[in-house]
């Protein structure tokens, strides 16, 4: 398909309908009773210290002087190669011209009119290398530069007035894009199994300042997926297998960030720990019948838009009992009828990544205009960059997506951005402080678990730290917490402590190791001869130091198991 001629074509008409609908709240549907707006969310003092316009109203007015070509490109959220905004080797240019015809990012933002584009990498044990094609996230300083320069071509364009959206899927623990010089939160499970929303909102404000200061305004996270089945693909990213308890972390995940000004993504609706097949590789199917849905997978989309979740991930999942044989990312009864009717979301419906199996039996076009029919409002992760904005171009310009519901999307994306807008983005010396470092090593702490032994038994020194292959930086870690809190570490002969992580099975654990200890899911324990079985659900630095301490006796292990383990207690401590 070619270039399609960028003719000044405007939005006028459909705006004047859609004015009063999204300055209310972007949705049609009946309400459900709303919270008070997150403090991020609020009109923040414009330049000669009166009230800024609301967002949405700022949105509206903008959306009425853009181009067609403008509205398209703010619903497409693609990834980039290259390490810059502008200066890139020959192989991240040559990426980036297989993907959008340019050679590097800053040209991608200016030639497609972008609303954003998402930071990508890799990180050990990630479910989700499926669909990482690059990394452009080496450290702080280099993320920093990038976001500068992205921002500063965002900045030329015709919606430039609206911040620009630089998003990362920064979940901490298996799926952690940025990893050195940064504070390390414990994963998900781990605060599922600390099950204290205060510590957990107060670690992901720290994480959230942390990617405001290396210009981060999104992020894909927090997981609300309540973990129903034993899901490698969800796993430890899970909050855990209790609606109520997932609930509650949610929602204080979701402050956490958002207090920091940076917006959470709540995904993946409507529900993926309810299958255990990877959605990167195939088509999940949710086969339990809708009120089981009601009442285990539903509550913390709900906690989370109830706490001011500025936006939720839509999911490629089949949904037997809602829309059977459609991914639930294509599927306006679950996007716009339960999602925004039911549950009452007001804010952006994001795709999860476009270039996963499910989203690719269509072509790039044809996809993005599917999913933006159904009810999303910003595309992410396109296999074809190029291809996606003639699509949605030629689609609009044929009447088969109609400017009404491209308006709507794009006003929902331009009114995220303005309320994310006049904040000042904290210094770089902000990350890994000692404040942050606190917060998160206190999330850790209150997640160790004992499964089997006594609650409070210290080993005794010398201690002899193995784990399963590959786990060396791990292992390393513990090893210089141990010897911090005073227990000494002989490479053998010692009380063995054992760990076992992300994959790990039976034929990883150790028939000797007096301690066993689970840093991902703990089910690997219902294996383990050990007489003492320990879980931190997580293999940061933040929770070996945790580890540590409850070894050395100096930390009670106060965690509960988030998930059933068969044949093991929750935990052995009494409350």
Not at 85 to 106: E, H, K
Not at 130 to 159: F, H, I, S
Not at 341 to 346: A, C, D, E, K, N
Request: proline share 8%.
């Amino acid at each position: 398909m070619g270039r399609v001629p960028t003719s000044p074509r405007r939005a006028g008409v459909a705006l004047a309908a859609l004015t009063a609908l999204l300055v209310s709240g972007c949705s049609a549907e009946p309400e459900r009773p709303r919270p008070a707006p997150s403090p991020s969310a609020s009109a923040a003092p414009g330049p000669t210290g009166t009230p800024a316009a609301d967002p949405a109203a700022r949105a509206a007015a903008l959306v009425g002087t853009l181009a067609d070509e403008d509205l398209v490109g703010q619903v497409l959220m693609p990834y980039a190669y290259g390490s810059s905004a502008t200066d890139v080797t020959a192989a991240s240019a040559a990426g980036n011209r297989a993907l959008a015809g340019v050679d590097t990012p800053a040209e991608m933002v200016a030639k497609y009119r972008l609303g954003g584009v998402i930071l990508v990498g890799f990180s050990a044990d990630d479910p989700t290398s499926g669909n990482q094609a690059t990394t452009n996230v080496d450290n702080p300083a280099q993320v920093r530069d990038l976001t500068t320069g992205l921002r500063a071509a965002a900045a030329k364009l015709p919606a430039g007035a609206a911040p620009f959206l630089i998003g990362t899927d920064q979940e901490y623990g298996v799926v952690t894009r940025i990893t050195d010089g940064v504070t390390t939160l414990p994963s998900a499970l781990a605060a599922g199994a600390a099950d204290d929303p205060a510590l957990t909102e107060a670690a992901w404000r720290a994480a959230g300042a942390e990617l405001a200061a290396m210009g981060i305004n999104l992020d894909f996270a927090p997981v609300a997926d309540v973990l129903a089945t034993r899901s490698t693909v969800i796993g430890s990213r899970s909050f855990g297998a209790d609606p109520k308890r997932a609930s509650a972390q949610v929602a204080g995940a979701v402050k956490g960030l958002q207090s920091a000004g940076v917006a959470a993504s709540v995904k993946h609706f409507p529900g993926h720990g309810l299958s255990a097949a990877d959605s990167h590789k195939d088509l999940p199917v949710i086969g339990q019948p809708r009120q089981e849905l009601d009442a285990t997978a539903f509550p913390p989309f709900t906690a989370g838009i109830d706490a001011g979740a500025m936006a939720v991930m839509s999911a490629h999942l089949d949904v037997k009992a809602v829309d059977p044989g459609t991914p639930a990312t294509f599927s306006r009864k679950l996007l716009t009828d339960v999602l925004r009717g039911q549950l009452g979301f007001r804010g952006v419906v994001i795709t999860d990544g476009m270039n996963m199996a499910p989203a690719k039996r269509w072509a790039p076009g044809e996809a993005a205009v599917r999913a933006l029919l159904a009810g999303n409002d910003l595309i992410l992760m396109t296999p074809h960059v190029g291809q996606a904005y003639d699509g949605l171009l030629a689609a609009l310009r044929d009447g088969s997506l109609p400017r009404t519901r491209l308006v709507e999307a794009a006003t929902r994306v331009l009114t995220m951005k303005f309320q994310l807008a006049d904040r000042p983005a904290p210094a770089m010396s902000t990350l890994n402080s000692a404040e942050h470092r606190k917060a998160a090593q206190d999330l850790a702490a209150a997640a160790v678990t004992v499964l089997r032994g006594a609650c409070s038994a210290p080993v005794r020194g010398p201690v002899t730290v193995t784990s399963s292959a590959g786990r060396d930086h791990t292992r390393a870690a513990l090893t210089e917490a141990l010897t911090a809190a005073g227990v000494p570490v002989a490479p053998s002969g010692g009380t063995k402590v054992h760990l076992v992580g992300y994959g790990d099975g039976a034929d990883d654990l150790s028939a000797d190791a007096a301690v066993t200890v689970a840093m991902d899911t703990p089910y690997v324990l219902e294996k383990a001869k050990s007489p003492t079985l320990l879980a931190t659900y997580s293999s940061s630095r933040t929770s070996m130091t945790a580890l540590a301490e409850v070894l050395a006796g100096r930390q009670r292990p106060g965690g509960r198991a988030p998930v059933r383990v068969p044949g093991l207690p929750a935990t052995t401590c009494a409350a």
